[in-house]
């Protein structure tokens, strides 16, 4: 075999072992994505139950009860996931405080398995939420202290 036929044929053996969890167990760690910082595989349960479960996480509903709201103080996330009566159920939306030029940003992540519709609803109400957050911030900053 010539040289890059050899490394051909090695990238596709590798890429198939790696496709294969029943050839190579670690293959199922390989597809697993993460979402804000979380080990994801597809299954919003599991990532709700995970989150629940962890160190100081405070868990209550929404005053609209049609989320579950879970506080993550010492990682500075708050996670949301709506219940059966939301429109974009399944879903799921993490926020968290950054800081971009010395400001305070907030950033919402949101995974939606609902209608593409419901799931570009929630997408929007969360980027809207995040901009009227994130602009009066920047407008306390760029205030003068009072004398």
Known sequence: ????TMRVSAA??????????????G???AQNKTFCGQTYDGKLETLQKRV??????????????????????????VWYFTNSTHA?????ACRKVVVVEGVP???????????????DKLSADYAAQDKKANDANAAAIKKPAKK
């Open 1 to 4: 075999m010539k040289g890059s």
């Open 12 to 25: 596709l053996l590798t890429a198939a072992l790696l496709a294969s969890p029943a050839i190579f167990p």
């Open 27 to 29: 293959a199922a760690l």
């Open 52 to 77: 629940r479960g962890m160190p100081f996480a405070n868990t209550q509903k929404a005053p609209t009860g049609d989320f579950e709201v879970i506080s993550l103080p010492s990682q500075g996330e």
């Open 88 to 92: 974009a159920n399944p879903a799921a």
């Open 105 to 119: 940003v907030f950033k919402t992540l949101v995974e939606c398995q609902a209608a593409k519709a419901a799931c």
